[in-house]
DNA sequence: CACCGATATCGTCAAGTATCAATACGGTAT
DNA sequence: ATACCGTATTGATACTTGACGATATCGGTG
């Protein structure tokens, strides 16, 4: 019975959950779609593949830079996006580990409290 | 009587961001990565890994399950828990295709990506 | 049957989030 | 400098979510 009255707020402290939280929205997930499947995409052109305005669209970039998706770069009047590639490689490696059965042999080993045989 | 929405969240029209929503928290993302490294859990083996309550395990074992990550089965009076090999397999997809530079080679017909002009 | 342990659901609260209008900021061109 | 364009930030608001206690439900047991 712990007395969590002040905080019980756990936040996002799993780095992998920050990184599913970024790409875990519909606008978010096009984007990044959008990102993979070009070299480089102007910020202006994300208006149109969402039906969101502005200001949105912004504040979902800062979202995924802020997760680690996305890195940008101003080029005059325009910022330019591209996907992280670490990122990337970071999420397909989870996928990974996520696969039924495929899986750190530790987990297998831990102590079952009930285990009907 | 609280209107029951059949679809959760209106905002996630999108399934492959409902996906991502399911595994976009630690407790969930704990729970993915526990059901990975076994041939089945009970949900009483949750509530050990993770610091929250009953109650909490069960919301998140519901979420999951209508995500689509996992499956159950009642044995007696336990219930057990198996990753979904469908939505893993899915999620690796997803995960493929967001790699930079790929425009989706080996992606499936489902990516709709919007070119700009 | 009554009882008990394991899960799920309900009710509710606090905190997080998505969205847009208004506005500020940063660069370019006139 | 001034006007203009693209992008980021601010502020407000409605909605969504994670958490827990209380309680219901499901199955097995005495």
């Known amino acids: 019975m712990v007395v969590n009255t002040i905080r019980p707020m756990k936040r996002m402290t799993d780095p992998d959950a920050l990184l599913f939280h970024g790409a875990a929205d519909p606008t ?12 480089g995409v102007c ?4 208006t149109a593949c969402c039906a969101v ?5 912004s504040h979902h970039l800062k979202v995924l830079r802020e997760t680690g998706w996305v890195r ?13 590639a670490e990122a990337a490689a970071r999420f397909r490696s989870i996928a990974g580990e996520l696969t039924p059965g495929v899986a750190a042999p530790l987990a297998r080993a831990l102590p079952v409290v ?4």
Do not use: H, K
């Not at 305005?53 to 669209?57: M, N, V």
């Open 28 to 39: 978010r997930l096009a984007i990044l779609r959008q990102l993979a499947g070009g070299d």
């Open 43 to 46: 910020a202006c052109d994300f």
């Open 53 to 57: 305005a502005q200001p949105t669209i």
């Open 72 to 84: 940008s770069e101003r080029r005059a009047s325009f910022v330019w996006y591209w996907l992280n």
């Open 114 to 117: 009930q285990a009907p045989a």
